[in-house]
């Protein structure tokens, strides 16, 4: 064998969620673009703030091409840095500074980042809450670990601590949360992060080595109805943020975010170094130069939320009307639905007959539920509720 056979298995064979894509791509050239309901992708529609367009023009005539699209170093240019830690020290009264911050391309990076560097053995296991985030898998078997999932709160999408607490044994060196979540919207309070902490502390004590929370957060500030998300750093020290600007800026495809590690964390120097050292060995070399002056003089500021929000209102009020059972998410833009059957894969099978693209949550862990992406076109929305409508009568005839 000349290629290794797992990364053939993940090359060959795109997400479900990029395959539905692409289907629908095949679709729109049949029936024409506007009869396809495409809620498959988390690829946001609302334009970035004005700054960044603004700072880009300025950027350009302020900047050579040197200065404007040369290296910076490998963990980020420090003006960046400092930038990211005065804004968040700002709004979370922490106590952050340059060198806690690695700039890489996206939440993606900073996640494999923090597992590769986290890993020091074969038997070592990550723990993933569900629903979560399917590639959270990937991420942490090519960091040469395990991931093991935590059955989902079906009530509330919180944590159930009973079955989070079965699961954490001495090979763990982390818990993944995702707040506000993709697939379900859904927020973690204040109260849930306290006891999350308050357990870690306990089996870290037990098993006599550090456990960490890593927080992947690109959803961080898009959340609705007054819905705050608590900075985990201040309720636990072995905390590792993973940030992306792809949501809040609306800036997917510029590949652009950061790994926050604090200095309360174990040994946190040199765990920053491993951080930097599994840059340095993936061959990033630095995350894109521009982008990083971009989110320097942007921090802050986000898309319009308040479009997001009103696509999750007409979509949860045209389905629950229909007869959906829904969980209204409180950010995020994705809208989780129970299936109309038990096995949620059929279910978005037959949906696909109606033009309708959803995603089974199967592959988030949470069997019997789909992922409704709402960062779409408003008037999509409403044309979808016909399809919606047959879908659900289909069943129920």
């Known amino acids: 064998m000349i290629y290794n056979e ?26 024409g673009a506007e009869n396809v309901y495409d809620f498959s992708l988390g690829n946001p529609t609302v334009p970035a703030p004005d700054c960044v367009d603004e700072t880009i023009r300025n950027l350009t005539e302020e900047l050579d091409c040197i200065r404007l699209h040369g290296y910076t170093s490998a963990q980020g240019d420090e003006e960046t840095r400092s930038a990211i830690a005065r804004f968040l020290n700002k709004t979370h009264g922490t106590q952050f500074h340059a060198d806690n911050f690695y700039i890489t391309m996206g939440a993606a990076a900073s996640l494999s980042l923090a597992f590769k560097a986290l890993t020091t053995a074969p038997l070592d296991e990550f723990v993933a809450i569900a629903p979560y ?46 707040s506000p979540n993709n697939p379900s919207g859904a927020v973690y309070s204040l109260e849930t992060i306290k006891k999350l902490a308050s357990l ?5 004590k037990e098993y006599g080595h550090p456990i960490f929370i890593i927080c992947d ?26 940030y992306s600007y ?50 320097a003089r942007c921090q802050g500021e986000t898309g319009d939320v308040e479009l997001y929000r009103k696509n999750r209102d007409l979509l949860y009020e045209g389905l629950t009307a ?10 995020a833009f994705y809208m989780f639905v129970k299936a109309l059957e038990e096995d ?21 862990g949470c069997p019997g539920y789909v992922r409704i992406s709402y960062c779409v076109d ?20």
């Open 344 to 364: 949620a894969d059929a279910f978005c099978e037959r949906a696909k007959e109606e033009d309708l693209l959803i995603v089974s949550a199967n592959g988030f």
């Open 6 to 31: 797992k990364m053939y298995e993940l090359g060959s064979k795109r997400s479900a969620i990029r395959e539905l894509f692409e289907y629908g791509k095949k679709r729109a050239a049949i029936v």
């Open 133 to 178: 985030f399917p590639e959270y898998k990937v991420f942490v078997e090519a960091a040469g670990a395990s991931l093991r999932v935590v059955p989902a709160d079906t009530t509330a999408f919180q944590i159930d601590f009973e079955a989070l607490e079965a699961a954490i044994g001495k090979n763990t060196k982390g818990v993944i949360i995702n």
């Open 217 to 242: 957060e690109p959803y961080r500030e898009i959340v609705y109805d007054g819905a705050e998300v608590p900075f985990v750093t201040k309720y636990y020290d072995n905390t590792v943020v993973c």
């Open 322 to 331: 229909i007869g959906y059972e829904c969980f209204k998410p409180q950010g």
């Open 378 to 397: 408003a008037d999509m929305i409403k044309r979808s509720f016909g399809a919606f409508e047959r879908l659900y009568k289909s069943y129920h005839n």
């Open 200 to 204: 870690l502390g306990v089996k870290e």
């Open 246 to 295: 792809s949501k809040s800026l609306s800036l997917p495809g510029e590949r652009i975010g950061y790994i926050l590690v604090p200095d309360e964390a174990y040994e946190s120097k040199a765990l920053y170094a491993a951080v930097a050292g599994c840059g340095r060995a993936l061959g990033y070399v630095c995350a894109p130069s521009m982008m990083q002056k971009v989110i």
